[in-house]
């Protein structure tokens, strides 16, 4: 859900991290962690990135995303279990006290960048 | 070469939030987020909680529309400071439009800001506007499966209030099906049986609210 907007605040955030590690060259790629119930679709991330990267310094970057998921855990049958999609009831003993743990991050793992181009830090 | 990073992608609607709530409490104010279908019965439920609202409680409301005037007026009519939001196209209310509309009020004559966003229960998910307290409002023709389908807004929520108890004897809605799902999905939130209208069940929503804006 607004891909656009995130992937506009993506690009300015490796700006920032590639500035700070004293790089001024091309990204080649970027590694996102996207969990599986943040309500982002990846389909659309990418898309996005096609529509925002021109003329940025992400341009042409490939963008690798893994997908993470969440987890069950039962209170009643003890069960922990990976799950996809929401679940409202233990996929195990179809109980209903449960927790739904992580799964919604949306994380920048790293940036690729051409080992060339490095300035000074400090400046 | 590789920059490790590690770190979440920062939206920006988060940093503006974070100013809001800042914000908010410095001036000893209360931000409440009101979400729901358009039609779901917001604006009435505020109508009916002002009326009832006890302990000299000195509410403000932010109104968010696509366009028009329409609820503001209302919250006019009974004597509550009031900024009407238009995103003319906007689908939810976001940090920076809140910013704008709070520069517009006497935050020190408020004890509790309800901010009654866009009608949406998709995107209204995914943007903290500063509240302290998010409510979701579902009204009955709307369904009782509706946490199911739209399971982000409803556990985002601390409350689930559902609305037009009164046409229930003419729809299939179940409300012990919604509560359990709301049970499943944000465990600490009660819910809350109402008639705005008919005033039912709105005594107790106002003194749990205002219970909530007292222990903060």
């Known amino acids: 859900m607004h891909e ?23 990204v080649r790629g970027i590694e996102l962690s996207i969990g599986r119930l943040s309500g982002v679709n990846c389909d659309s991330l990418h898309f996005a990135f096609e529509l925002l990267a021109p003329g940025t310094l992400v341009e042409g970057a490939e963008i690798v995303i893994h997908q993470v998921k969440a987890a069950c855990r039962c209170h009643a049958c003890n069960a922990r279990v990976e799950i996809d999609d929401l679940v409202f009831h233990c996929p195990k003993c179809a109980g209903d006290d449960i927790i739904i743990e992580g799964g919604r991050d949306l994380i920048l793992q ?10 000074e830090s400090g400046e | 070469m590789k920059i490790l990073a590690a770190k979440k992608i920062l939206k920006v609607n988060d940093q503006l939030a974070a100013d809001n709530r800042a914000k908010l409490d410095a001036a000893g104010v209360f931000g409440v987020n009101v979400v729901g279908s358009p039609g779901s019965g917001k604006t009435t439920l505020l109508e009916a909680l002002f009326a009832e609202l ?7 409301v932010i109104e ?38 709070m520069g517009e009020l006497d935050l020190s004559a408020v004890d509790v800001l309800f901010i009654e966003n866009v009608g949406n229960l998709v995107c209204t998910a995914g943007f903290d506007l500063g509240e302290r307290l998010r409510i979701v409002v579902l009204s009955t023709p709307e369904g009782d499966d509706k946490a199911v389908k739209y399971p982000a807004i409803f556990q985002g929520s601390h409350a689930l209030f559902i609305t037009k108890t009164d046409l229930t004897p003419h729809l299939n809605f179940n409300a012990q099906r919604i509560t359990a799902d709301m049970k499943c999905l944000a465990p600490n939130a009660p819910v809350f049986q109402v008639s705005a209208l008919k005033g039912q069940g709105i005594p107790e929503a106002a003194k749990w609210l205002a219970e909530k804006v007292g222990g903060r």
């Open chain 1, 4 to 26: 656009l907007s995130i992937v506009d605040a993506l690009i300015e955030q490796v700006g920032r991290e590639v500035h700070r590690a004293g790089h001024t060259g091309k």
């Open chain 1, 110 to 119: 790293n940036i690729e960048v051409d080992d060339a181009e490095r300035v």
């Open chain 2, 54 to 60: 006890h302990a000299g409680l000195k509410p403000a």
């Open chain 2, 64 to 101: 968010g529309d696509i366009a028009g005037l329409i609820d503001a007026q209302r919250i006019e009519a009974l004597g509550v400071p009031v900024v009407q939001i238009n995103t003319e196209g906007a689908c939810h209310l976001d940090a920076a439009m809140v910013a704008s509309a």
